[in-house]
């Protein structure tokens, strides 16, 4: 059966980024839609698989390990399983971002604080 799953608009002082976890819904795949204001940022994690990312718009500053480098819209970033990660809303749009865990949940060790 094919499912729909409407995205809501966020209430005040609510995340705007949407967390997708596929056991709830019957797939392996799980994801994260970021929609982050210039600033904006996530902490050193890792996770026991790879994770992948695709800039929608806006631009994010990655940390991969011992890289950093800039990703603007179109761009594709993967980081390898086990490497600490995160990034940084750079520029003076909004960051929007499709995070991509390749399992049914999210498994995620924070290095630093979120």
């Known amino acids: 059966m094919v499912k729909v799953i409407r995205r809501r608009a966020p209430l005040p002082g609510e995340s705007r980024t949407v967390r997708f976890e596929g056991r709830d819904h019957g797939t392996p795949v799980s994801f994260f839609l970021i929609d982050y204001a210039p600033g904006e940022r996530v902490g050193l994690h890792l996770h026991p698989y790879p994770e992948t990312w695709i ?36 520029g003076s749009g909004r960051l929007e971002l499709v995070c991509i865990h390749p399992h049914d949940h999210v498994e995620q060790v924070w290095v630093e604080a979120p």
Do not use: S
């Open 55 to 90: 800039v929608r718009a806006g631009e994010a500053e990655f940390t991969v390990g011992d890289e950093r480098l800039r990703a603007r819209p179109g761009d594709i970033v993967v980081a390898p399983a086990r490497v600490p990660h995160g990034f940084l809303a750079v």
